[in-house]
Every structure is written in structure tokens, then in C-alpha cells.
């Protein structure tokens, strides 16, 4: 639709749509300063550059607004004159219903399959080191997850029974067999956010909205066919696409590495984490601060009278609705806030401009609040958006700082992406500081209260999201195909070839096969190929395991293998090692890769038989290496004079060295299993059932 470049009904204020860009050192006054010059020719083009590339980005997203206005409007007097969605719309919908089910249907499958593999071990494992409450726990765990999941997943079909879809439109493509469902999936698209399929139609099938489709007209027996090819698809499609987002998380860790290295970078850090934590702030005539809940109600209580219910579709129709006028609104807001910060006295200029966000798309919204938010669209609260962009930390800190001390904004609920602590690979690497706020919108219906989400992104981390091979593209593809979810990167459970084949492809990040070679004292035929093989995916370049538990295994000398392949992975950050009789040559393996690795930083080698030669090498390690923080070695028989020798090269570092177990978690001696062979496999049968 073209709109011209007329803006004037959206009531931007154009003193702010371009708040700042770099400043140029202004010309010194007359007999100010000896070798003071004014900015060169060159500097003043790049400036004047810059500020049309701001200025040319700002009017292209307020047009982009002001375009939807009227569609947004007609599309929600149609939803009030007869409840029904547009056509349109209504496909739109279906589509990204189809698309939320078919994935939730994946993770609870993939759920109940390590559940299951968590039970079969579970009657394999040998008695010790506190591997009853452990292993029982964590089967526990599961079984409390998975029955979420599934009533998530059944309270998803509901709403949807509810959402009229169209599913017509797709059900005369399935065919009718299992073997041809099978045949369609290896043709289709994975997922609707392909690249590699350019603008889909939301009428087209892909395998995910094929899944959907079958577990909602209850076809268990196709879904679980379009299931089978999905992941092996999956595995081959995740495998390729982590080796492009893993270059991403180099260049957005560079980034991270320079701006936390200059001068003053260390306060303003603790600074953005101060701020973090004084949200949600003080509101209303009492000055108490509100919980997410009291502001749900501000927002509900300025609604008009036309508001549908939440729980329906309807809803976001609504809200996308007032969300047009509102995005311009929240831009006028925070563009006077950063003028104003960034002109103050004393202020860092870090040449920060924002930009206006588009509302989001009615097909991420459904989509977020189908797998997220339990169906409740209310919940999906950054439909309103507002981008702020800068170049320095210190600029990002006054501009936060800014924010909070707005009265035109109430704070909400803050994300600090730059903080130390936070991982920032299940986002691709990315970092900003997300805000949610509440703020004052008007319009015809009077003044209401609406939340807005304002992202402050470093202008070099931009750089790297936009660009063509990667970036925010190709990690919108890998989080449709929930690479970084966790129910999907965590396996907990034994061996196989599919384990395998997705350590080596990067989809896991947390592993748990703990017991899970061994078989009532016994280990299980092939065990060393088996450790081979892990060794193999370790030494992946797309490897991206960062929790490793491989307690209680007995793997003798093949446990050397692992700490082998530790000198070269760089993804491992945590290694369980415990009970597996590595003896004085295991932990001689284990102290030369912690000469060299520099990723672990915390080991568990607890009930190894190191011996004092073994503690001694570790102790040699520790010298070099400063990174491990968590080092358990209790019951591996040291003498007094190792301990010390341990202690002393552990230092004054922060963290935990624990040599002996504390009294209150003493499980003492390892059972003999052959003793209690019988005993065991009655209770766990007992425990399970």
C-alpha cells in the first residue's frame, strides 16, 4: 500500500525523530586553545552521512506506521461487526497455530522419549555415591515436565478448537497413509521461516504446520511419521545452521571483549546491574511498586468497553490496533528522553538515534502466545516496540538511567543482556538491555495505559544482526526449530546414534548420561566404542555442549579419552566425572587438559582413586590454570600432605575446593553391586511403578 511520505496524522514530533547522531567537535571560539581545529572536511561528510542514514531509517519506519494505520483499524472493526477474522487474517492465524502446535508436539515427543531412556537406566544403575535420590530425582523431574507440557500442549488444541481456523485450506493436501505422510515431510519445508523459501505463503504447507494439523484433527500415527522425518531433518538442517550462528557468537563475543575492555567499563557494568534491579518501580499515589499482575490491571482498566476477552485471537487484533498510534507515542517518549540525555551536562555523547518499531506481526504474536503464554494473549506485552541505538556501554548506562527517571514511563521488568552472568548463546550471542514499561497513550478512545518494550542496542551488535549470510535471519530459522530451547538441547538419558549425531551438529548443550554405561556393576558391551564416539562429537567444530555428566559410568581407563578431547573443545564449561575409577592415570589426563583449557570452570573428579601422585599433578595444573572456579575431589584417597599441596595452589580464588565430603552428605563407602544385585532391581522396579 502506498502511503506518500505524509506523516503529519501519526503526530510525530519531529524535534525528536532524529535525536542525535555522532557529535563533531564544534569550532573553538576565537583565541580559545592553542591546537584546536575545527573538524575536517572528511569528518563532516561522514556526519552529515550519518545523520541522513538515521534520518532516511527513522521516516521510513514512521511511514511504515502510518501505512498501517487504516489496515489495522479496518482489520478490527471487521473482528467487531461480526466476531469473525478477515480472511486474511484468518489464515494468517491458522498458519502460525499449526506451526506453535506442531513444535510443542516435538518437544513433548522428545520429552517422553528421555523419560522413558532416564527409566530404562534407572533399573541399569549401580547403588552409590548418592545415585538413588539423584537418579530418582531427576525421573521425578521429568515426569513433572513432560505432564506440563502435555497439558500445555491439550489446553493449545482447545483454544484453537475455539479460533475457527481455516484448516481446510490444508487438509486436502494430507494425504492418507503413515508411508506417504512420511514421503510428503521430505519434501516440504521444515518450517515457515526457511530462508531458503522466500516469502511463504501462509496457506503453505510446511512439516511443522503438517504436524500441527494431524495432532489437532487427532491423527497420532501421522504426526508421529511427520515426527520421525522432522528430527532428521531437524538434526541435518540445526547442524548447519549452528556452524553460521557459532561464527555469529564469535563476532558478537569480539564486540563483547572490546566494549568491556576500555576504561571505566567494570563500574558501568555494575551500574546497568544496579539499575536492573530497581524493577519494577514505584507507582501511583502511594509510591508502592506494583507487580506485573497490578500493572495487568492499570492496562485492562483503561481498556474501552469493545476489549475482547484475552484467552481469543480477537484480542491481539485489538491491541495491534491501539498499537499503531502507540508505537509512535512510545517513539516520542523515549526520543525526547535521549535528547535530553544526551545533551546534559557532563553526558557521554555516544551518537545515540532511535528508531520507531513496526507493530509487531499478528503471526509472531500468535505464535509467542500459543507456545509461551498458555493461549493468553495478554501476556505478550511488546507488541509496541521502540529501538535505541548507541556505540558505548557508558552511553547505554545514561540512557537507562534516563528511562527510570522519565515521569512519561513507568518501569516494568528489565533484561540486562550485558551482564556478566548472562549466557548469551541460546540468543545467538546477541546482547541488549530490554525495558518494559507502562506508559500514557491518547487517542480518539481517550487515554489509556499501554506497555511498550524499549531495546538499547550497541550500534556494532546491530551491524552483525543485519548482516545477509547469518544473523537475525538465520537465527529467526533455528529458534522456529527450537535449536535453543531447552527441553531440546538437553538429553538426559543413554547412548545412541541420534545422541551422537546432534552433539556433533551443536543442537545439545547439556548432556546427562549419568550410569548410563553401566549395568548393575557390569559395563555395557561396547562401552569403550561408545566413549570413542563421544570423543569423536567432542572434537566437533560445532560442538556446543557446555554440561557434560558422565558420574558414575566405571570407565576405567577410557575416562582418559575425555580429558584428551577437553584439550582441544572449547564449548564445555562443566565436567561431571565422579565414580568412574579414573585412578592416577585418569587424573594425570585430566591436570594436562586443565593446562590448556581455558572454557572449564568446574570439574568433578569426587570417588576416582586419584591417589597423591594424581592430586599432586591437579594441584601442578591449578598453577596455570586460573579459569576452574568449582573443583570436587573428596574421596579419592589423598594424604594430608596433598590436600595442603592442593590448597595452597587453589590460592585465595573464588569458588569451591572440596576435598572431603561435609558430614551431612556422607553416603560413605561405594556398595559392592554384585552384593545387592537382587535388592536393587526390586526397588527400582518398586520406585519407578
Given at each position: 500500500m502506498g502511503c506518500g511520505s505524509s506523516h503529519s496524522s501519526a503526530a510525530v514530533d519531529r524535534k525528536a525523530a532524529v535525536p542525535r547522531t555522532r557529535k563533531v567537535a564544534p569550532a573553538p571560539d576565537a583565541g580559545v586553545g592553542v591546537g584546536l581545529h575545527p573538524p575536517s572536511k572528511k569528518k563532516q561528510t561522514a556526519a552529515a552521512k550519518h545523520a541522513a542514514y538515521v534520518r532516511s531509517k527513522v521516516d521510513k519506519a514512521i511511514g511504515k506506521i502510518t501505512c498501517a494505520l487504516p489496515e489495522l483499524e479496518r482489520d478490527w472493526q471487521a473482528v467487531a461487526g461480526d466476531g469473525a477474522l478477515p480472511t486474511e487474517l484468518a489464515s494468517e492465524v491458522t498458519a502460525e497455530t499449526l506451526d506453535a502446535i506442531g513444535t510443542m508436539y516435538c518437544t513433548v515427543q522428545y520429552l517422553k522419549a528421555q523419560k522413558n531412556e532416564i527409566k530404562g537406566n534407572l533399573l541399569k544403575s549401580v547403588i552409590g555415591r548418592n545415585k538413588t535420590s539423584d537418579a530418582y530425582s531427576?525421573?521425578?523431574?521429568?515426569?513433572?515436565?513432560?505432564a506440563v507440557e502435555e497439558d500445555r500442549l491439550a489446553h493449545a488444541c482447545s483454544a484453537a478448537a475455539r479460533w475457527r481456523l481455516l484448516l481446510g485450506t490444508f487438509e486436502d493436501s494430507v494425504p492418507e497413509s503413515s508411508a506417504q505422510i512420511a514421503a510428503l515431510c521430505n519434501s516440504l519445508?521444515?518450517?515457515?521461516?526457511?530462508?531458503s523459501q522466500p516469502d511463504p505463503s501462509p496457506t503453505s504447507l510446511t512439516v511443522q504446520r503438517l504436524m500441527g494439523l494431524c495432532v489437532l484433527n487427532d491423527k497420532r500415527k501421522h504426526a508421529a511419521a511427520a515426527l520421525k522425518v522432522y528430527n532428521q531433518r531437524r538434526g541435518q538442517a540445526t547442524g548447519e545452521l549452528v556452524a553460521t550462528i557459532l561464527k555469529d557468537i564469535e563476532s558478537y563475543d569480539a564486540v563483547c571483549r572490546e566494549i568491556t575492555g576500555v576504561p571505566g567499563a567494570e563500574g558501568v557494568l555494575l551500574e546497568l546491574d544496579r539499575l536492573s534491579h530497581l524493577a519494577p518501580q514505584p507507582f501511583g499515589d502511594d509510591l508502592k511498586p506494583l507487580d506485573i499482575e497490578g500493572f495487568d490491571d492499570l492496562v485492562l482498566s483503561t481498556a474501552g468497553n469493545d476489549a475482547p476477552r484475552s484467552s481469543r485471537v480477537?484480542?491481539?487484533?485489538y491491541i495491534r490496533k491501539l498499537a499503531g498510534a502507540g508505537s509512535i507515542?512510545?517513539?516520542?517518549?523515549?526520543a525526547n528522553v535521549v535528547v535530553a540525555a544526551e545533551t546534559a551536562d557532563g553526558s557521554v555523547h555516544g551518537g545515540a538515534y532511535v528508531v520507531p518499531g513496526g507493530v509487531k506481526k499478528l503471526a509472531r504474536c500468535v505464535f509467542k502466545t500459543v507456545t509461551k503464554y498458555n493461549c493468553d494473549f495478554q501476556m505478550c506485552k511488546d507488541i509496541m516496540r521502540c529501538t535505541v541505538v548507541t556505540t558505548s556501554l557508558a552511553?547505554?548506562?545514561q540512557i537507562v538511567?534516563?528511562?527510570f527517571a522519565s515521569t512519561d514511563v513507568v518501569v516494568v521488568r528489565v533484561k540486562n543482556r550485558f551482564a556478566?552472568?548472562?549466557?548469551s548463546k541460546p540468543a545467538g550471542g546477541y546482547r541488549d538491555y530490554q525495558i518494559l514499561v507502562v506508559f500514557k497513550s491518547s487517542g480518539k478512545e481517550g487515554e489509556r495505559w499501554l506497555y511498550g518494550e524499549i531495546q538499547i542496542n550497541l550500534e556494532q551488535m546491530v551491524e552483525i544482526k543485519a548482516q545477509p549470510n547469518g544473523g537475525h535471519a538465520t537465527y529467526k530459522f533455528a529458534r522456529s526449530l527450537a535449536a535453543f530451547d531447552e527441553n531440546v538441547y538437553t538429553h538426559s538419558g543413554s547412548w545412541s546414534t541420534r545422541t551422537e549425531n546432534m552433539i556433533t551438529a551443536g543442537v545439545l548443550m547439556k548432556v546427562d548420561m549419568q550410569g548410563a554405561f553401566t549395568e548393575i556393576g557390569k559395563l555395557v558391551n561396547g562401552t569403550a566404542i561408545i566413549v570413542k564416539k563421544l570423543v569423536t562429537s567432542l572434537l566437533s567444530?560445532?560442538?556446543r555442549v557446555q554440561h557434560l555428566n558422565l558420574q558414575d559410568n566405571y570407565l576405567n581407563s577410557d575416562g582418559s579419552s575425555i580429558a584428551i578431547a577437553l584439550k582441544v573443545n572449547t564449548s564445555v564449561v562443566s565436567i561431571r566425572m565422579g565414580g568412574n575409577k579414573l585412578g592416577r592415570e585418569g587424573a594425570l589426563s585430566f591436570a594436562e587438559a586443565l593446562r590448556v583449557n581455558r572454557s572449564i570452570t568446574s570439574v568433578d573428579l569426587c570417588t576416582n582413586n586419584l591417589g597423591d601422585d594424581g592430586g599432586k599433578a591437579i594441584a601442578d595444573a591449578l598453577l596455570t590454570n586460573k579459569i576452574v572456579s568449582d573443583l570436587r575431589l573428596s574421596d579419592n584417597g589423598f594424604s594430608a600432605d596433598t590436600e595442603k599441596v592442593l590448597t595452597a595452589a587453589w590460592g585465595m580464588r573464588s569458588g569451591t575446593l572440596e576435598l572431603s565430603k561435609p558430614d551431612k552428605t556422607s553416603i560413605g563407602p561405594v556398595f559392592d553391586p554384585t552384593v545387592v544385585l537382587g535388592k536393587a532391581k526390586r526397588f527400582y522396579k518398586n520406585m519407578i511403578s
Open positions: 531427576n525421573l521425578d523431574k521429568h515426569n513433572q515436565h513432560v519445508p521444515l518450517a515457515s521461516t526457511d530462508p480477537e484480542y491481539a487484533v507515542a512510545l517513539y516520542n517518549i523515549v552511553s547505554v548506562a538511567k534516563a528511562i556478566a552472568g548472562f549466557d567444530p560445532n560442538c
